[in-house]
């Protein structure tokens, strides 16, 4: 595992896909934090970048720092409720794109492996039979020359699943610099893992919306 240095990109500022007087939709690049962390230096972040332009905006949800895409915020308390409901209710659907090491024998299937913190090794998750329940669908999208582009549809969200679920089957992702190895670190400039796609039910209209982007592992 490297040591984490935080040097956010300026470019683009800010990516917004949606706006109304409810939400507001980015696509947050990978090197930046989704909110502001202890340390004075990871004040820049996607929260505080919409906070400038829009001082109502509320954080609904985190993308890891390294993770790219899709990013919802409310833009008023009531919505900002009705958003966080259905995330812990499990009525939004999230897909993500990966590349993986390696090339996956089946083309699709579901992981179902229990997580919690990992004490010895903050802020590391671990595979633990007590943790917490996790599952995640994945479907084989691509097979490359020495990798493999996933689509992930986690079902449970915890923190680092995708990376832990996909390291436990043998196929990390690539550019991981939390759970990877040197080669795996190496593979890639960034991790290969992108928010390609966010489900939900608008928090007025009761519309059902869905919100994408496309991910930038070209071959």
């Known amino acids: 595992m490297q040591i984490f240095t935080y040097t956010p990109p300026s470019i683009p500022w800010l990516d917004i896909r949606y706006q109304d007087r409810d939400?507001?939709?980015?696509?947050?690049?990978?090197?930046?934090?989704?909110?502001?962390?202890?340390?004075?230096?990871?004040?820049?972040?996607?929260?505080?970048?919409?906070?400038?332009?829009?001082?109502?905006?509320?954080?609904?949800?985190?993308?890891?720092?390294?993770?790219?895409g899709i990013m919802v915020f409310a833009l008023n308390k009531?919505?900002?409720?009705?958003?966080?409901?259905?995330?812990?209710?499990?009525l939004s659907k999230k897909t993500y794109i990966a590349e993986v090491q390696g090339k996956l024998k089946t083309e699709e299937g579901v992981i179902e492996l229990a997580m919690k913190a990992d004490s010895e090794r903050p802020p590391l998750q671990k595979i633990?039979?007590?943790?917490?329940?996790?599952?995640?669908?994945f479907k084989v999208l691509e097979h490359r020359e020495n990798s493999t582009l996933v689509e992930l549809n986690p079902v449970t969200g915890r923190t680092h699943q995708l990376r832990l679920h996909m390291l436990a089957i043998g196929h990390p992702i690539l550019g991981d610099d939390f759970y990877g190895d040197e080669?795996?670190?190496?593979?890639?400039?960034?991790?290969?893992?992108?928010a390609m796609s966010l489900s939900i039910t608008h928090p007025y209209s009761g519309k059902s919306l869905t919100f994408t982007s496309k991910h930038p592992f070209t071959d």
């Open 23 to 68: 939400m507001i939709v980015i696509n947050k690049p990978s090197g930046l934090l989704s909110n502001p962390g202890r340390a004075e230096n990871t004040f820049d972040c996607a929260l505080t970048r919409l906070l400038q332009r829009y001082p109502e905006a509320i954080l609904v949800h985190r993308l890891d720092c390294a993770t790219s």
């Open 183 to 194: 080669e795996l670190i190496e593979a890639s400039h960034r991790l290969c893992l992108h």
């Open 128 to 137: 633990a039979q007590d943790g917490k329940p996790s599952k995640t669908y």
């Open 78 to 90: 009531k919505a900002e409720s009705n958003i966080k409901t259905q995330f812990q209710n499990r």
